[in-house]
């Protein structure tokens, strides 16, 4: 699943958020979208996800306007938003399975991967808990299996690790990498966070919303004569290290 | 798409809303308080000040709680559509929002499908609002029972399409107050829920008009005709174009970045 971002640029009445962007990311890999707080990640989210409407520039999905081709986008794209977005009242299996209606797939159909997902993330024995029981790490994964339902190509996280302790930041990530692998999944994890980095990550570092450096997080650091990340990302947005 | 995914993604939005009313169960009973209220309390206090003559669709004289009902239905239709509404594009919706703007299905369709669904939940209300009417005397025939259903799903529509829009466009109304002063309480005096317009024309011709061109006038008089098996073409026609015109504005001219949908500030980062 490749993607591709075309010069996108965007803003808030007059307001730039986002310059002039452009990147792809590469079938199969798992890209860290790195940025301060207020850097446009989000916007950048809102947008891929259709929440936002393009401004200007193109965003290309396997080579296909997500502009002028939007549901089979959609279809592609599994999406873990900053902020909450199960039904705490339901139970997580109850969660899955609207993800799937919404999909357009029937129950049988959600049962048969509903239950291969709670597996995988290891959810079985929670699955039929109202969410609102669950702590931060374990609705984490809730959220990661419902994206991954409709088994889509690429995965997008838009923060995902927010709120949570340091024990299940890593595991989520190491998770989340594992998936990469497995599923020849391409992801795009958006954080602040250099820790979720690693060095032969594609590393994408949004600042101010433009673009600042694009490639794998050794050779960023190479280009910038810095031996670490923190150090090479403390150099191009001036911000200390997170 | 297919037809079978449009059908499962319509059950599934369906489902997830008769499985919140069911975790919410002790709102949807004390939402009831308000229209019993208005029948129980008001309707006593005014039956005697008010007297209605024999107008259609009523063949007799009848007693002012029988005429308040439909309009009590509506009431209960607009309380519930409005907050519904709100509820989308401010608060407790909102993930489930982010979730239903994912699916690759239409949008026109995911919303529609979901206002149908808010009213699914408003008609039971209805309903059960009806059933404890009757133990008070209110007893339309026992097929008005099934006639109202149409006027009433449309009437959903319509209120759950209009919340939409004003949530959506109007920012100045997206606390619940804010809408029930300037949208709820016009919407429900200046019609003829609680009064027959020919007094209302007695009173104030200009009155009488701004109560024509409600359109939850038309939304009560379908409910009303129905209840009691008649037909009224100019109410049922109304209302009907009235909630298409206003669900295709609403879910045509729907942007996520105008509601907090997208992040709970309402701008992203």
Same mark, same amino acid.
């Given at each position: 699943m490749s993607f591709e971002a075309r010069q996108i640029s965007f803003q808030y009445g007059s307001k730039p958020v986002l310059k002039e962007v452009s990147f792809t990311l590469a079938s199969g890999r798992f890209h860290a979208l790195l940025g301060p707080n207020g850097a446009g990640k989000s916007t950048l989210f809102g947008l891929m996800t259709r929440l936002l409407a393009l401004q200007t520039g193109e965003l290309l999905l396997n080579g296909q306007s997500l502009r002028k081709q939007p549901a089979e986008a959609m279809r592609q794209i599994g999406v873990v938003f900053q902020q909450n977005a199960l039904d705490? #009242?339901?139970?997580v299996r109850q969660n899955l399975y609207y993800h799937a209606a919404l999909h357009g797939l029937s129950r049988k159909e959600a049962r048969k991967r509903g239950d291969l997902e709670l597996e995988r993330f290891a959810l079985v024995e929670r699955a039929n808990d109202p969410v609102r029981q669950l702590n931060g790490g374990h609705r984490r994964r809730v959220e990661i299996a419902r994206a991954l339902l409709h088994q889509p190509g690429l995965l997008l996280l838009d923060e995902p690790t927010a709120g949570l302790d340091v024990g299940s930041r890593a595991g989520l990530n190491e998770h989340v990498r594992r998936l990469c692998e497995e599923d020849d999944l391409t992801v795009l994890w958006a954080t602040?966070?250099?820790?979720?980095?690693?060095? #032969?990550d594609r590393v994408l570092i949004l600042h101010q919303g433009r673009l600042l450096a694009d490639g794998e997080g050794r050779a960023i650091c190479a280009d910038q004569g810095q031996t670490n990340l923190a150090d090479t990302f403390h150099a191009l947005t001036g911000a200390g290290h997170s | 798409m297919t037809l079978a995914q449009y059908w499962h993604c319509f059950v599934g939005i369906q489902v997830r809303e008769w499985l919140r009313f069911w975790q919410q169960r002790t709102r949807f009973f004390s939402a009831l308080v308000r229209p019993l209220l208005w029948l129980v309390v008001f309707a006593a206090g005014f039956r005697a000040v008010l007297g209605v003559s $024999? $107008?259609?669709? &009523?063949d007799t004289y009848i007693t002012y709680e029988t005429y308040i009902a439909p309009g009590l239905c509506g009431m209960i239709i607009l309380f519930n559509s409005m907050q519904g509404a709100l509820s989308m594009v401010y608060d407790r919706e909102l993930g489930s929002m982010r979730v239903l703007l994912m699916s690759p299905l239409p949008r026109p369709f995911l919303l529609v499908t979901k206002l149908l669904a808010m009213g699914m939940v408003s008609m039971a209300q209805v309903y059960l609002f009806l059933l404890i009417a009757r133990l008070l005397d209110v007893e339309p025939p026992d097929w008005g029972y099934l006639a109202v259903l149409p006027a009433l799903l449309l009437t959903s529509l319509m209120l759950g399409a209009l919340g939409l829009l004003i949530a959506t466009w109007i920012k100045q109304l997206e606390n619940f107050a804010g809408v029930m002063n300037f949208v709820i309480f016009p919407m429900f005096f200046l019609? %003829?829920?609680? &009064?027959?317009l020919w007094r209302m024309k007695e009173a104030s011709p200009w009155l009488y008009w701004i109560c024509q061109f409600n359109p939850f006038t038309h939304a009560v008089e379908a409910i009303r005709f129905a209840l009691y098996l008649q037909w009224n073409p100019q109410a049922f026609g109304i209302t009907v174009l009235v909630a298409v015109v206003l669900a295709v504005l609403a879910t045509a001219g729907f =942007?996520?970045? =105008?509601? =907090?949908?997208? %992040?709970s500030g309402g701008k992203a980062g």
């Open positions: 705490l #009242d339901l139970t602040h966070l250099i820790e979720e980095v690693q060095p #032969d | $024999i $107008i259609p669709p &009523y019609s %003829s829920a609680l &009064y027959p =942007r996520p970045q =105008r509601t =907090r949908i997208l %992040s």
